[in-house]
């Protein structure tokens, strides 16, 4: 089936400016993550979704940054002002619960704050 | 979470085994030790994950230490495509949030 999708795939933007990136989860998955990767670094979490349970925003490094997840399914990751350091990979991944152990994730969007 | 440290690059020849360590000295009796990948410009994928015993699936083999402070992830029969960088990870079952560090990159050669 159906993996998890992201769009787009790349992203150029100018400072100051918001962006919006879209994550697709695998049909079924109750959980979702939200990741950034900065070149050559590891991965760093965000946020994640888990059903109706309000969202576990500890990973968001500011308030410049927020999610959403409509019906439980597709999550939109918005950056307001964006910075040159916000520039990545923004990476998500959807599993069929909290508590499953594996990870299925999508291919990313690279970021671009000039 | 446990810090795990690997180191930060190996080769290996096609079609033999890969032995990728890992060290996690400070691990709790609660984590488990989990491993994933990433081919270039690809997302993560998961590999494997154990407790305390060995574990076995159709991609890898995990051989945990006795004292369960260190771990080595093993590529039976390493291929052109398993290039990628390897992380080890130590956290709860209970919460699902992952981090990674440096991680190994591997490159399989012919």
């Known amino acids: 089936g159906a993996g998890v999708s992201q769009s787009p795939s790349n992203k150029v933007t100018e400072k100051g400016k918001d962006v919006e990136l879209r994550c697709d989860p695998i049909s079924g998955h109750t959980a979702l993550y939200w990741y950034r990767q900065s070149l050559g670094q590891g991965l760093e979490f965000l946020i994640y979704?888990?059903?109706?349970?309000?969202?576990?925003k500890s990973g968001l490094p500011s308030d410049r940054f927020s999610a959403e997840r409509t019906g439980g399914s597709v999550s939109t990751l918005t950056i307001q002002r964006t910075q040159q350091e916000d520039s990545a990979v923004y990476l998500c991944?959807?599993?069929?619960?909290?508590?499953?152990?594996?990870?299925?994730f999508g291919p990313g969007t690279r970021l671009t704050v000039l | 979470d446990a810090k795990t440290t690997q180191p930060p690059s190996m080769d290996c020849a096609e079609g033999r085994a890969a032995n990728l360590p890992c060290n996690h000295s400070?691990?709790?009796?609660?984590?488990?030790v989990y491993w994933y990948r990433q081919i270039h410009s690809q997302g993560p994928q998961y590999i494997i994950h154990?407790?305390?015993n060995n574990e076995t699936n159709e991609m890898a083999s995990l051989i945990i230490t006795e004292d369960r402070k260190s771990s080595t992830l093993i590529l039976p029969h390493a291929t052109l495509r398993d290039t990628a960088v390897y992380y080890c990870i130590v956290k709860r079952a209970a919460g699902n949030k992952l981090t990674f560090g440096g991680g190994t990159r591997v490159l399989v050669k012919p």
């Open positions: 991944a959807s599993s069929l619960e909290y508590l499953d152990n594996e990870q299925f």
């Open positions: 400070t691990i709790s009796g609660n984590e488990y």
């Open positions: 979704f888990q059903g109706n349970s309000a969202p576990d």
């Open positions: 154990g407790l305390k």
